[in-house]
């Protein structure tokens, strides 16, 4: 059963532009979260999916957006980039989300902002 | 100040030692507490999951669940090189807050 996919892998980008991060949950999870991960604040929850509808959101400006498809593939949107995104971006699949859920994780996707 | 406090390390101990990894919490809501391994240029892999107070063992693991001191373990037994990754802690309330709250990881170097 293959794992969940994040792509790119990485990425470099200038402050001011807008990036998007795609993630393909394993086959038959509903339930897509997005987190941020920095050596200062560690990993921070930004939203979670179910069903294309968003479900729970962290506490994450406006720029960062996103969205799942009906085949529960989900994407992640940051627009006018600041230096301060540069980051990991993980995403984890579960089933239904539900709080006795397993989690799992994709590798990520390494944002550098110049 | 943090909801969970974790000790970033680096931690570092010979091969065949103990290891005991900590967190501790200020919300006394949180009732599942999970633990992560991380290896470099990876994403977190669920090590660990018990529910309120009390001992799980797994192999060479055990997690151990203190509420009344907000505070949480992990011991690995027979530590190998392969352990060498960041152990992160993870904590949610309720059946109605799915949100996970995280520690900021322990990094552990085994050395052989």
């Known amino acids: 059963k293959a794992g969940v996919t994040q792509t790119p892998r990485y990425l470099i980008k200038t402050r001011g532009q807008q990036v998007t991060l795609s993630c393909s949950p394993i086959?038959?999870?509903?339930?897509v979260s997005w987190y941020q991960q920095t050596p200062g604040q560690g990993l921070q929850f930004l939203f979670e999916?179910?069903?294309?509808?968003?479900?729970n959101k962290g506490n994450f400006p406006g720029r960062f957006s996103g969205r799942q498809f009906s085949n529960s593939r989900s994407e992640m949107n940051v627009s006018t980039l600041e230096l301060g995104d540069s980051a990991l971006y993980l995403c984890a699949s579960s089933l239904t989300g539900d709080f006795q859920n397993i989690q799992y994780f994709g590798a990520g996707t390494r944002l550098s902002v110049l | 100040q943090k909801e969970v406090e974790q000790d970033p390390g680096p931690l570092s101990v010979p091969e065949g030692a103990i290891v005991s990894l900590n967190c501790t919490y200020s919300?006394?809501?949180?009732?599942?507490f999970m633990w992560y391994r991380q290896y470099s240029r990876k994403g977190p892999e669920l090590l660990m999951y018990?529910?309120s107070s009390g001992n799980k063992e797994d192999g060479r693991f055990t997690a151990q669940v203190d509420k009344s001191s907000k505070y949480i373990s992990l011991f690995i037994r027979d530590s190998q090189p392969s352990d060498s990754a960041t152990y992160l802690c993870a904590m949610r309330g309720g059946y109605s807050n799915y949100q996970l709250i995280w520690g900021a990881g322990t990094k552990l170097i085994i050395k052989p």
């Open positions: 018990t529910y």
């Open positions: 919300n006394s809501a949180f009732q599942y």
């Open positions: 086959s038959g999870h509903r339930s």
């Open positions: 999916y179910f069903s294309e509808t968003q479900r």
